[in-house]
């Protein structure tokens, strides 16, 4: 029986057919997904402190529901399933559209930036932002996972329940439509 034992411990991992396997605890997890979570939110609910509270409810879910996760596959593709749908659950909850918040991304000033480079950032984020509101909310949830958490094209599939290659047409027309926005908003700022 002892002889069992240890050869069940020394096993290796199991593992699926792409022979991925996810060895890291919880810890060092949420240390690497913790500022993508919160940049996703951010994008999405423009009010940096309701983020941050959606944030830390995504990650109490995901430690609640840790035993359930499946090492098999990406831990992005999972955290942001549970980020997306918390996020859905807001929305819902507030029966609201999200409103801007002005410093989106970072409420911290960087002391290396100098002024003139600080307002062009934010009015620069502000227009991106702006102009993502008037996108689709398919087009909205695939660039924000895309760009904004930094998700591969497979990855944001999962989270989202759809194809591959509907994601890729998602977010190229997403792509296609914002260049057509910024061109419309630069001949009606050259007037």
């Known amino acids: 029986m002892p002889l069992e034992r240890e050869e069940k411990h020394n096993a290796s991992p199991p593992e699926d057919e792409t022979g991925y396997y996810e060895t890291r605890d919880f810890t060092e997890l949420y240390d690497e997904y913790f500022d993508r979570v919160n940049r996703y939110l951010r994008c999405r609910v423009y009010n940096s402190w309701d983020a941050d509270d959606l944030t830390t409810a995504v990650f109490l879910k995901a430690l609640e529901k840790f035993d359930q996760y499946s090492r098999t596959r990406p831990f992005a593709a999972w955290i942001f399933r549970i980020a997306h749908n918390t996020f859905i659950d807001y929305i819902r909850k507030n029966r609201e559209v999200p409103t801007e918040d002005k410093f989106l991304l970072s409420d911290e000033p960087d002391d290396t930036w100098q002024p003139e480079q600080q307002a062009l950032s934010k009015e620069t984020l502000a227009t991106l932002l702006e ?61």
């Open 131 to 191: 102009r993502l509101d008037r996108l689709t909310q398919d087009q909205r949830d695939v660039l924000s996972l895309r760009y904004f958490a930094e998700l591969k094209i497979s990855q944001v599939a999962d989270v989202l329940g759809k194809t591959e290659s509907s994601v890729k047409m998602i977010a190229y027309r997403g792509l296609q439509q914002l260049q057509k926005l910024y061109k419309e908003g630069d001949r009606n700022e050259g007037k």
